[in-house]
């Protein structure tokens, strides 16, 4: 058996491709209509043919619910923030943050309120450190991983 896709049901495919190429740089690889796949492997489908799918009314298929993610990362994060501070109707479920292990992230809402995560890339992160004056010592310590990455990092 071989995972294939993340699949989120969307309300309006249009306005949904429009959002992932425009927020995130997402290109359709393949249209089917109904469903539609992105780079990097996500996939959308219709709610009318998704309720269909499954046999469930309107009233059953839920969008919000704040318990799921799509993870991506960012070799350019500040970059990234900037180019979402200045695209209007941005839904943030919070605004960046460093976690304890010094990755930024920012947690935004799509269309039908799927939660997208973008993380600064760790490999980033280390070189952050690094050119802050941090040692491979210091920079290990600090994001809590092996010396062995860090210098990985760094090369």
């Not at 799509?70 to 109707?89: A, P, Q, T």
Request: proline letters at 2%; glycine letters at 6%; one cysteine or more.
């Amino acid at each position: 058996m071989k995972f294939k896709n993340p699949m989120l049901i969307v309300e309006d495919m249009e306005k949904s491709k429009a959002f992932y190429k425009k927020v995130l740089g997402l290109r359709t690889i393949m249209d089917f209509g109904a469903n539609v796949t992105l780079t990097g492997g996500v996939a959308l489908q219709t709610k009318d043919s998704w309720k269909e799918f499954i046999g469930k009314s309107n009233d059953e298929i839920t969008f919000c619910a704040n318990d799921a993610e799509l993870y991506f990362e960012e070799d350019h994060f500040d970059e990234f923030i900037e180019r979402l501070n200045s695209i209007d109707d941005i839904h943030y479920v919070h605004p960046v943050y460093e976690h304890r292990w010094g990755q930024r992230v920012v947690r935004i809402y799509d269309l039908d309120h799927h939660i997208i995560e973008v993380g600064e890339n760790m490999k980033m992160v280390c070189r952050r450190f690094l050119n802050s004056g941090l040692t491979i010592e210091q920079t290990a310590k600090r994001m809590d991983v092996p010396e062995k990455y860090v210098r990985s990092c760094a090369k």
